[in-house]
């Protein structure tokens, strides 16, 4: 599976980020998909996953009701969806696949493939 993710940036506290990404290489069918990030000096950490098959998804309690995780099944592509966002949001954003397992998996080392990472930067 390659992973190609893009759309962070430079955004005020408050606002809104969409981050995709696109996968490819084969069948996302049974799927775990998750978002990582990792801030400066700061141990890469888990942010929300879906199961490709069934739309499922999970968050860690830091972004729940503010970031949305989906999926796009004609464009093999997953969303992250960030609003309300803080200072502390700031990181570089990674996208991971699983080939099935647990969706609440949140270690980085459950996931096999890895994209490059996004920078976003939210100030205050």
């Known amino acids: 599976v390659q992973l190609q993710a893009s759309g962070g940036g430079l955004v005020q506290a408050g606002g809104s980020l969409r981050l995709s990404c696109a996968a490819s290489?084969?069948?996302?069918?049974?799927?775990?998909m998750g978002w990582f990030r990792q801030a400066p000096g700061r141990e890469r950490e888990f942010v929300a996953s879906i199961r490709w098959s069934s739309g499922d998804t999970y968050y860690t309690d830091s972004v729940k009701g503010r970031f949305t995780v989906s999926r796009d099944n004609a464009k093999n592509t997953v969303y992250l969806q960030m609003n309300s966002l803080k200072p502390e949001d700031t990181a570089v954003y990674y996208c991971?696949?699983?080939?099935?397992?647990?969706?609440?998996?949140?270690?980085?080392?459950?996931?096999?493939?890895w994209g490059q990472g996004t920078l976003v930067t939210v100030s205050s």
């Open positions: 290489g084969r069948s996302l069918g049974s799927s775990v």
């Open positions: 991971a696949a699983r080939i099935g397992g647990f969706l609440a998996s949140a270690t980085p080392g459950s996931y096999g493939y």
